[in-house]
């Protein structure tokens, strides 16, 4: 099971400060685009785009620094006269490419695609862009480890890292993206970040205001927010949640009776013995044996709670492994596993946090984490990571709310487990021109829901929060819950 602690911090997921200088953002060498195909995954249908590299010097104010290949793809319009401004979607991790963002969910853009170039740019360390990642031994990832172990870990993930990482964090990544909006010669960008892509297109317009037309930020990180021990507390207010709404279900509290006294019961006995699974790899087929303990269990958990449709899964999976049937949840955890190994950038996701996040941390509040199902052991996962991870580039106002007058849309789930609504409104304390939308009882991430696509697209036409049509979100709903794997209730 590759990864499965850095994972499992991951999936629960050094300050050089400086000002925001002048910059010299233009690139090396002459941005060439030829035809090409993006993909979501290996194996998915492409996507028909113009790629090309952007060349940027590892550290920008240093020309005699390394150069790095920057992967870029132009998505382009489907009008033959586009509007001037482009679309640049943002992916989430840190870690994530948005080449295979963006073909992943390119549905959720293309009412902005009739009029707008979409502009894609694999983030310095993820995807195609100098990938910043590190492969370990099984044995050393699997089951509890100690504060050494997860040191020795970091220490050898940063042996095989290909570059310094100190210049792979967020306020490197937007001086990128300005020298791609210079080289593709755009006048102004309109900006699109999910998660911890929401922190980057923040920054992007903090520093670049006069090249920000509009932003939308879906499942919203605050800056001044230092994301780690208050992602397990969130956790678990939406998995009880969860439990709350099966309650209130007569067909699924009749199905699934007490099911926060089974979960709990669950949960400790897989603290005190793990139990082997034998099964098919989810992904491929071959079978295997998977040691399951709490940690893989907390894993499955998280991941199934950022969405409605896997939600609904939720308390038939639970009642099943707690009749011995462990199957399910184990084949979960695997599949997701598998995903973020292919998807994350671990290098380049610690070089972020270590840089934005884990130095900012308050005093853990022990007690309350400790009432979780998560616990403590990913914030002291990467408390300890980060202790050994080279201090890396961070501007001075990162951790400063924005203040604009740029119009911008944020999305909210109200059952987002890592992103709360209220996250976005401490985002926008200072942002004179926002309006703040959330989809009842929806995950992380909005921009594919619904009607969203639509508003999405009459936002960035518009670049304006007002008169936006948006009763259409009362029609988000949760799928209702699995009694058995045939389905919900007819």
């Known amino acids: 099971m590759p990864k499965t602690v850095f994972l499992i911090a991951v999936l629960l997921t050094l300050s050089i400060n400086r000002p925001a200088c002048a910059d010299d953002d233009s690139s090396l060498a002459a941005l060439e685009l030829s035809d090409c195909r993006i993909h979501a995954a290996p194996g998915y249908p ?14 920008p104010d240093d020309p005699a620094s390394t150069v790095l290949k920057l992967n870029v793809a132009v998505v382009p319009a489907l009008s033959l006269e586009p509007e001037a401004d482009p679309l640049v979607p943002i992916a989430g991790g840190p870690g994530g490419a948005s080449t295979s963002f963006y073909a992943g969910y390119a549905h959720a853009f293309e009412k902005v695609r009739r009029h707008r170039d979409i502009v894609l740019i694999d983030q310095r360390g993820t995807g195609k862009s100098e990938v910043m990642n590190c ?7 699997e089951g509890q480890w100690s504060r050494e172990e997860t040191i020795a870990y970091t220490e050898s993930c940063l042996e095989m890292l290909p570059h310094d990482p100190r210049f792979f964090t967020t306020s490197v990544a937007v001086r990128d993206l300005e020298a791609l909006r210079v080289a593709l010669g755009y006048p102004a960008l309109n900006l699109y970040g999910v998660s911890y892509g929401s922190r980057v297109a923040q920054h992007y317009a903090r520093r670049y205001p006069a090249t ?5 930020l879906d499942g919203v990180v605050p800056p001044q927010m230092a994301l780690g021990p208050e992602v397990a507390i969130e956790a678990e207010k939406a998995l009880q949640a969860v439990f709350a709404r099966c309650a209130e279900s007569s067909d699924c509290n009749d199905e699934f009776p007490d099911i926060a006294k089974t979960f709990a019961r669950l949960e400790a006995g897989l603290g005190e013995q793990a139990v082997s699974v034998e099964l098919a790899h989810p992904i491929s087929g071959e079978r295997e044996t998977v040691e399951f303990s709490d940690m893989e269990f907390a894993g499955a958990i998280r991941m199934m709670n950022y969405s409605p449709e896997t939600v609904a899964l939720l308390p038939l999976l639970i009642n099943e492994a707690a009749n011995g049937n462990f199957t399910p949840l184990a084949a979960t955890f695997l599949s997701v596993s598998e995903s973020m190994t292919e998807q994350l950038a671990i290098g380049m996701h610690n070089a972020v946090i270590c840089t934005e996040d884990v130095p900012f941390f308050e005093a853990f509040d022990m007690a309350a984490l400790q009432k979780t199902y998560i616990g403590p052991k990913m914030a002291e996962a990467l408390d300890a990571s980060c202790s050994v991870w080279p201090v890396g580039v961070m501007d001075d106002g990162l ?18 487990p890592i992103t709360p609504p209220h996250f976005a409104e401490l985002a926008a304390v200072d942002m004179g021109n926002a309006r703040h939308l959330i989809g009842e009882n929806q ?31 009362l029609r988000l709903h949760a799928m209702p819950f699995f009694l058995d794997f045939a389905g919900p209730a007819p």
């Open 212 to 216: 920000t037309r509009s932003v939308i």
């Open 135 to 141: 492969d370990f031994e099984d044995d050393v990832l």
């Open 443 to 473: 995950g992380h991430g909005q921009a594919g829901r619904g009607c969203v696509p639509d508003i999405i697209g009459r936002f960035v036409e518009s670049a304006s929060v007002d008169d936006l049509e948006t009763d259409c979100m």
């Open 46 to 59: 492409g996507i028909k785009a113009r790629c090309g590299i952007l060349e940027r010097y590892i550290d």
């Open 399 to 416: 951790r400063t709310p924005l203040s604009t007058d740029a119009p911008v849309l944020l999305l909210s789930g109200s059952a987002d």
